[in-house]
């Protein structure tokens, strides 16, 4: 069977390389000792529960590795636990694979950086989505992070509730520019981000889901991409991207095909500063 992380083959569970990175090389079980949030009894969720997308819906919860064993905690979180989540959305019941395996493609075919996932189970054996926190020092303590919105500083008291999807990723790469002193690297990352984001029709990659961390050295940095899935499986009718490429709108290309072509990605890749020898190599 393949390792419930990288998917390459294993005998069971989790791989050695990728219990390492998930779980400091303890070997964990993929079955959770809890049932999930949907059974008879989930009153231990109460206190718990946070909500996110997909499109605001889907709910995550906080976990920590306590004697060798993943358990639902209220601070000092390791671990971002998302199971299937509930709505009129189409094929529900796919969203933790389908975020696992496009976290996994992303990572594994397109070199972009992202945080250690993998699929679990609850003992009533439905899956759940697990990723490790990114966010969190070797102490525990958390690191400063802001996402787009926040370094906007856009709120929907001041911009409105349709605010996350405000802003054009030409404009965000202006905010990259500003506040992020190796910005050169950082806009290549962006740029990938959001050549996946379209080919893999993540109709919800808005603002509040890139963000910058402060390093140990005091900078900051993009963090590594995170929230990924094809947004189209479960509503087929959304986007192949939250924003617009640019600022001014769509490209005169788009407006006539209705789709995104190459030139469009080279335009927006040299007006945000990447050099066009650099958009060719990464365009292929």
Do not use: W
């Amino acid at each position: 069977m393949p390792c419930l992380s990288c998917l390459k083959e294993n005998i069971d569970g989790y791989c050695l390389k990728c219990r390492k990175e998930l779980f400091g090389g303890i070997k964990i079980s993929p079955q959770l000792t809890f049932n999930s949030p949907y059974s008879v009894d989930n009153q231990v969720y109460n206190t718990h529960t946070q909500h996110i997308s997909i499109s605001g819906v889907q709910i995550k919860y906080s976990l920590k590795l306590v004697e060798g064993q993943l358990q639902l905690t209220d601070e000092g979180g390791e671990y971002i636990l998302k199971p299937i989540p509930t709505g009129t959305f189409q094929q529900l019941d796919q969203a933790p694979a389908n975020e696992h395996l496009t976290m996994q493609l992303a990572r594994q075919v397109y070199g972009l950086n992202v945080p250690p996932n993998a699929i679990v189970y609850f003992t009533d054996n439905t899956p759940a989505y697990l990723v490790k926190r990114f966010d969190r020092k070797a102490d525990g303590t958390k690191c400063l992070q802001e996402d787009f919105a926040q370094i906007a500083q856009m709120t929907s008291e001041s911009h409105g509730e349709n605010y996350k999807y405000d802003l054009s990723y030409q404009e965000m790469a202006e905010l990259i520019k500003r506040y992020i002193p190796a910005y050169p690297i950082a806009l290549e990352a962006f740029f990938r981000m959001i050549l996946f984001n379209y080919l893999f029709s993540n109709g919800d990659a808005h603002v509040k889901n890139f963000s910058a961390i402060r390093s140990e050295m005091g900078d900051y940095q993009l963090t590594p991409a995170y929230d990924l899935l094809c947004t189209k499986l479960h509503s087929p009718s959304e986007s192949d991207l939250a924003l617009n490429l640019l600022a001014e709108g769509y490209p005169q290309k788009f407006l006539e095909v209705g789709f995104h072509t190459y030139n469009d990605f080279m335009e927006f890749g040299v007006l945000i500063g990447i050099l066009p020898r650099r958009m060719e190599k990464i365009l292929g």
